[in-house]
């Protein structure tokens, strides 16, 4: 038997539920979507990291402002990540450069 070197801190279904407000069945549908990372523990139930708390938040600023299903959800995320990814490349260039022109 393997055993891990150090217990992984996690949610179960009930206290994910109860920290983010959402029903458990829109907490397994957010799951099976693929917008909310989990998996299955010993006994089958699903156990949720605790960063996606505010994933689980974020999903429901994003339904609630722009109106968009959850199935939407996954690609406005995405989107909005990469948008902030190639910001902060920007941002790194921009300061590695010194306000330097290249023409």
Same mark, same amino acid.
């Given at each position: 038997?393997?055993?891990?070197? /150090? ?8 206290? #994910?539920?109860r920290a983010t407000g959402l029903h458990p069945e829109? /907490?397994? !549908?957010?799951?099976? &979507?693929?917008?909310? +990372? ?9 156990? #949720?990291?605790?960063?996606? /708390? *505010?994933?689980?938040? !974020? ?8 109106? /968009?299903?959850? *199935? %939407?959800?996954? &690609?406005?995320?995405? &989107? ?6 190639? +910001? ?5 260039? %921009? !300061?590695?450069?010194?306000?330097a022109t290249w023409t």
């Amino acid at each position: 038997m393997i055993r891990p070197l /150090v217990r992984l801190a996690h949610l179960d279904m009930e206290g #994910f539920a109860r920290a983010t407000g959402l029903h458990p069945e829109l /907490v397994r !549908r957010l799951v099976a &979507l693929g917008l909310i +990372e989990a998996w299955r523990g010993p006994g089958g139930d699903l156990c #949720f990291p605790p960063d996606q /708390v *505010a994933a689980a938040g !974020r999903l429901q600023r994003l339904h609630a402002g722009l109106a /968009v299903n959850y *199935a %939407s959800l996954g &690609l406005v995320a995405d &989107l909005l990540d990469r948008i902030a990814e190639l +910001e902060a490349a920007l941002r790194t260039r %921009s !300061r590695t450069t010194r306000g330097a022109t290249w023409t």
